[in-house]
């Protein structure tokens, strides 16, 4: 009888990984128009008051919490011939695509039940792309460097999308008479065009790993303890937590800092060297996190940041260009907070694998969405309950109690929080030799496994 090998990895050379890191692209493209032209868009031109549409956004947010878990658990338990993740693909293109049709590109007289519903089929089918794509992504390797890889290409096209949705809004603007709804039509069309090419590159070309030997019985108390019990996972959700909390908090107020404290009058220009060098620093990560690990490569980044973080609290009135390379500096960092910690939540799923010998990534990255829309939510809300408290205009402010709340708010506050976020990763246990020596663990145990099913169907 001849037991049959241990499954390796599937061929997945740079075309592939181009081709599956390429759905980010129009994914890229969509948050930040919605963060900034939505609400003029729907306020200005039809007519909804703001207070409705904030809480909108809010339930519609808040709606990813029970959808997450479900959208996870169902892309583990799931096993279709067609592939348990790449099936995804097909209804996640589909409701996105009609999501950003009635989003983008609403008619006059829509109310707020129409925005309800179009913002959160926006979001569900971002969720029904994104999600089971972790999981894909942290399948498609096993090695600890080439996960890095992996990710760096999808967040270098996710950082694409970020610039384009940047580019578009500037030309359409620049013309007379543009309107946000304009901006937003232009915007549609890119996602149109981007998202089903990238979807079906990525659909045809990239290979999924077959379904795991062994599927684990779904218990939502047994998938608690999983997650809770696995240290390092713990470690890495609680960092990203607290480091997109610092993050948000400090984004969510920057018009107003660089507006009231700085004087910056285009903000939109900085932010595109920001994105810019976040894009050209990528494969300085990716090496970085190759030659010392990715723990550590993340702890430098979000010391950088802290720093620079830090270091605004001192720009006065008039500064620009030291605002402009202190937010360069930090631009040069987003890659890595990107990059770095879905590649290491991908290795601490290896842990439960050799414990259950399935391969419950949607699970895990189910999580570790959740802790992240969290930290958004905080991170948005905080800031302005600050201001709100001490008086803050946001129209324009010139007194001075206002604008030291702002600057601590700005610097202070999210530099402690993104140290604190440096120092439990500094302590983040999963070394690379570590990871070696789990997955021969589990490449042993799969040969038992499957020896074991092999015996029981030649018995039968």
Avoid at 166 to 193: D, H, K, N, R
Avoid at 247 to 257: L, P
Wanted: proline share 5%; charged share 15%; aromatic share 12%.
């Amino acid at each position: 009888m001849t037991v049959s090998a241990v499954p390796v990895d599937p061929p997945i050379g740079l075309g592939r990984i181009i081709a599956f890191g390429s759905v980010q692209l129009p994914l890229g493209a969509i948050g930040l128009p919605i963060a900034i032209y939505l609400a003029p868009l729907y306020s200005g031109q039809m007519h909804l008051s703001l207070p409705m549409i904030g809480m909108a956004l809010i339930f519609a947010r808040l709606s990813d919490f029970v959808i997450d878990p479900i959208i996870g658990v169902l892309t583990d338990r799931w096993r279709p011939e067609i592939g348990r993740r790449r099936v995804w693909l097909i209804f996640g293109t589909l409701a996105l695509m009609a999501g950003v049709y009635f989003l983008f590109r609403p008619t006059p007289g829509v109310g707020i039940v129409y925005f309800f519903v179009a913002v959160s089929l926006v979001y569900f089918g971002f969720t029904l792309i994104q999600l089971p794509c972790n999981s894909w992504a942290a399948e498609l390797s096993t090695d600890y460097d080439r996960r890095t890889r992996i990710s760096s290409v999808s967040q270098f096209f996710s950082i694409l999308g970020l610039i384009v949705s940047t580019l578009i809004p500037a030309y359409v603007l620049s013309q007379p008479g543009a309107t946000s709804g304009e901006v937003m039509a232009a915007l549609s069309l890119f996602i149109f065009v981007t998202l089903p090419i990238c979807s079906s590159a990525a659909f045809f070309l990239v290979p999924e790993p077959a379904a795991p030997v062994h599927k684990a019985p779904f218990d939502l108390r047994a998938s608690l303890k999983t997650l809770v019990s696995n240290a390092p996972f713990v470690r890495i959700t609680v960092v990203v937590l607290i480091a997109t909390i610092g993050e948000v908090f400090r984004q969510t107020i920057t018009v107003f800092f660089a507006r009231d404290v700085v004087g910056v009058s285009n903000i939109g220009i900085i932010y595109f060297f920001y994105f810019a060098a976040a894009l050209a620093l990528v494969p300085f990560w990716v090496w970085l996190a190759r030659r010392i690990e990715k723990h550590r490569a993340l702890t430098l980044a979000l010391v950088i940041v802290a720093v620079t973080n830090a270091s605004m609290f001192f720009v006065s009135s008039g500064e620009t260009s030291i605002f402009t390379m202190l937010f360069i500096l930090k631009g040069c960092c987003y890659g890595a907070v990107l990059i770095l910690p879905g590649a290491m939540v991908a290795d601490t799923v290896d842990i439960d694998t050799a414990k259950t010998l399935d391969r419950q990534q949607g699970l895990f990255f189910a999580a570790i969405a959740m802790v992240q829309k969290m930290g958004y939510a905080l991170g948005a809300g905080l800031p302005l309950l600050i201001l709100g408290m001490v008086g803050y205009n946001s129209g324009g402010e010139h007194r001075a109690e206002p604008l030291l709340a702002l600057a601590i708010s700005y610097s202070i506050i999210p530099t402690v929080l993104v140290l604190v976020a440096a120092a439990l990763t500094w302590r983040y246990s999963l070394t690379a030799a570590q990871h070696r020596i789990m997955r021969a663990e589990i490449d042993a145990r799969t040969r038992a496994a499957i020896a074991d099913k092999t015996l029981l169907e030649v018995e039968q």
